[in-house]
Structure formats: C-alpha cells, structure tokens
C-alpha cells in the first residue's frame, strides 16, 4: 500500500487544498503560502489539477508541469488523485455542460504543447503515481472524496491497494458526494474514522460554498465554485478531538 497513503508524523505544519479545476492563479497562491525548503512542512492537493471548465483559460497543462517538477523534487509535496485524473487513468469520459472533458484536454495540451504526445502519455504516468490518501498522526484522514460505505473492516479498506483503478472502493473515494443519500451518510464517515483509527476526515470534490461540516467530515473548497476560498493550515502537533478543532484551522481567501 506504502505509496498510496502517505503517513505524516506528529510534526510539522500542513496545508491542504482541494480542487483546483486547472486555475493556475490558485495554484500560485498556495505555493506562496508553503515553504518547499522546510521539510516538515506539507503542502497537499487533494485532486482534480486539472480541466478547467473552458479550454482559452485552463492552465491544466502548466500546474500538471510543476507539480510533476515538484513532486520529484521534494518529498514535503504531494497530490491526491482526483476523479478527473482517474478518469484519464481509466479512459472513462467526462461531461461538464456537455462539454467532453476527457477529449477536450488533447486540446488544451496541444494549445500550449503544439503536440498531444508524448505529453498526454507523460500526465496519464504521473497520474498513476499519485496517491490516494494521507493519514496524519494527529488524526486527519485526507482524500479526494469518500468514504465508501463498502468498507466494513481495516482488511476490507486495505484492499483498495491491492486493485487496479477499477475497483468499486476506489471509485467511492473518487466520486462519493456527501449530498446523495446513497453515496454515505454521516454514520459512514464516523464508522470509517473508527476503523482507519483517525478523528476527522477532510475532502474536496462536491462543490460547496467556502466549506461544510458533514458529521466528523469536512468539505471544502479551496478554488473552484466558491465565492470564498478556503484551504487547511494545520500544526500537525496539534491535538484533534473532533471536527471543531479542524474547523478552527481553517483559513480564507476573500475575494
Ligand atoms: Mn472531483
């Protein structure tokens, strides 16, 4: 499983933001708020780099160059696999108004490429090295989406390491929304917390304005479909009881 889930120890400082849907701007900005050259300082991206919801303006193609550059690079730099990147993994279509968003990124690549190959088959390779959880000492449990009410046992969650991308855990983690009624409840996400022995779980994907706490869960949105922008900046010394002393960590980008 080790390259799946990332571990992080009980100190150090943590930022984390969540779908950026191809906004170079964004992306910047958080890069500021981190310091590369400090080790014990994170920074994670829980997924969805990429497709921007209009190909003129999408800088899928320049955060996917950096963050490949960066992930070699520092071992304090880490992002999270979103559905829309799995979805590039496991050739599966995507619709956004219509738009085919799978299709559309050979455009964007060749917009700024010139060329689609060999960059596309570069991306889809760094895709498959990304992770798809980070679990801190303190007791944060971080992924693109989730839970998935299928996980009953600590044997039945490690399973996911052992598939491929098409297994149906996977795809839970991946494309679960916390407002479908049969995706997960806020049982589920207690259940899950217990079973992986952490406190509080943090994800993107479902579009919510600013942030939600949903049972020990919260939701958040760092870029995409929010008016306020909100991110993760956490002492990872800290201790975490429940989803309050996560919530009080949370910072704002107004405007
Ligand atoms: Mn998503």
């Known amino acids: 499983m080790g390259d799946k889930l990332i571990e992080l120890p009980n100190h150090g400082r943590l930022i984390v933001v969540t779908d950026l849907h191809g906004n170079l701007d964004d992306y910047n900005h958080y890069l500021n ?30 955060i996917l160059d950096d963050a490949m550059a960066k992930s070699k690079e ?13 979805a590039h ?28 190959e060999p960059h596309l088959t570069n991306y889809i390779k760094f895709f498959k090295t990304m992770p798809y959880f980070v679990k801190t000492e303190n007791g944060l449990f971080i992924s693109h989406s989730g839970p998935s009410d299928k996980v009953r046992n600590m ?22 929304r916390y407002n479908s009624v049969t995706d997960y409840t806020k049982a589920d996400v207690s259940r899950f917390l217990e079973i992986v022995g952490s406190k509080v779980m943090v994800v993107g994907h479902c579009p919510v304005e600013s942030y939600k706490v949903f049972g020990s869960q919260i939701i958040m949105s760092s870029s995409f479909a929010t008016k306020v ?27």
């Open 33 to 62: 708020l981190w310091d590369e050259s400090d080790p014990d300082f994170h920074i994670v991206f829980t997924g969805d780099l990429i497709h921007g919801m209009d190909e003129d303006t999408d800088g899928s193609v320049q």
């Open 74 to 86: 520092y071992s304090n730099f880490h992002t999270l696999l979103g559905n829309h990147e799995w």
């Open 89 to 116: 993994i496991t050739n599966k279509e995507i619709y956004k108004n219509r738009q085919p968003l799978v299709l559309g990124f050979k455009n964007v690549i060749s917009f700024s490429k010139g060329f689609i």
């Open 155 to 176: 044997e039945g969650f490690n399973k996911i390491f052992e598939g491929d991308y098409s297994g149906p855990i996977l795809y839970d983690f991946l494309w679960n």
């Open 229 to 255: 922008k909100t991110y993760l900046d956490i002492d990872l010394s800290m201790e975490i009881n429940d989803v309050k002393d996560v919530q009080k960590q949370l910072k704002f980008i107004i405007g």
